[in-house]
Nanobody, 118 residues
Framework: QVQLVESGGGLVQAGGSLRLSCAASGTSLTLAMGWYRQYPGKQRELVAAITRGGTTNYVGSVKGRFTISRDNAKKTVYLQMNSLKPEDTAVYYC?????????????WGQGTQVTVSS
């Protein structure tokens, strides 16, 4: 059973930075991985994703501010978030997929809160 464990959320002032990490376990496969976020009462939206080979996909609102990367040896994906804005406040979920996709959604982490104060 694949498990995704997230870390790195928290409270930061606008303009600050945070780095999220997500480690996968329970599989020998190299998974496509990514991050979604969810606002209260809204559906989850893709923030960024990265394929096994390193192809990336970003939602427009984070381009130039967020960077997704991965360490295949550690089965870990990272989301470096810079120049954070209050509208980035949400619960961030790690996702992974057995298919080599830029919209991973087979497996989910438990979510980590990111709060950006103005």
């Amino acid at each position: 059973q694949v498990q995704l464990v997230e870390s790195g959320g928290g409270l930061v002032q606008a303009g600050g930075s945070l780095r999220l990490s997500c480690a996968a376990s329970g599989t020998s496969l190299t998974l496509a991985m990514g991050w979604y976020r969810q606002y209260p009462g809204k559906q989850r939206e893709l923030v960024a994703a990265i394929t096994r080979g390193g192809t990336t996909n970003y939602v427009g609102s984070v381009k130039g501010r967020f960077t997704i990367s991965r360490d295949n040896a550690k089965k870990t994906v990272y989301l470096q978030m810079n120049s954070l804005k209050p509208e980035d406040t949400a619960v961030y979920y790690c996702a992974a997929d057995r298919s080599n996709t830029v919209t991973p959604n087979d497996y989910w982490g438990q979510g980590t809160q990111v709060t950006v104060s103005s």
